[in-house]
């Protein structure tokens, strides 16, 4: 069941770009039809959760939300090393559900 979304999580960890890199996680899950409500269960259980539901990534500056609006490109630089670490922890925790 998510086979797929599993696959372009390891990718996006590994470093590709999504098609718009001013997205987050939740619109590659969107894609694929995975539940917000199912996705913020698992994110939820990162490590470096930031205690944010909606911005779940940490910054060392900004808040989360100020992080997410002001950033151009969500996928460079520290900040997008800790979203591609998220998509790892996530991709990780899906195919425990097997």
Not at 16 to 21: E, F, H, L, Q, T
Not at 53 to 65: A, D, E, M, N, R
């Amino acid at each position: 069941m998510y086979e797929k979304f599993v696959a372009e999580l390891r990718e996006l960890a590994d470093g590709a770009d999504p098609k718009d890199v001013a997205l987050g996680i939740c619109v590659v899950a969107a894609q694929h039809q995975i539940s917000r409500d199912f996705l913020k269960k698992v994110i939820g259980k990162w490590p470096e959760h930031s205690g944010s539901s909606q911005f779940p990534i940490p910054h060392k500056k900004l808040s989360p939300k100020e992080a997410f609006y002001s950033t151009p490109n969500l996928w460079v630089g520290s900040y997008g090393s800790t979203r591609r670490r998220l998509c790892t922890f996530i991709a990780d925790t899906l195919e425990d559900f097997k």
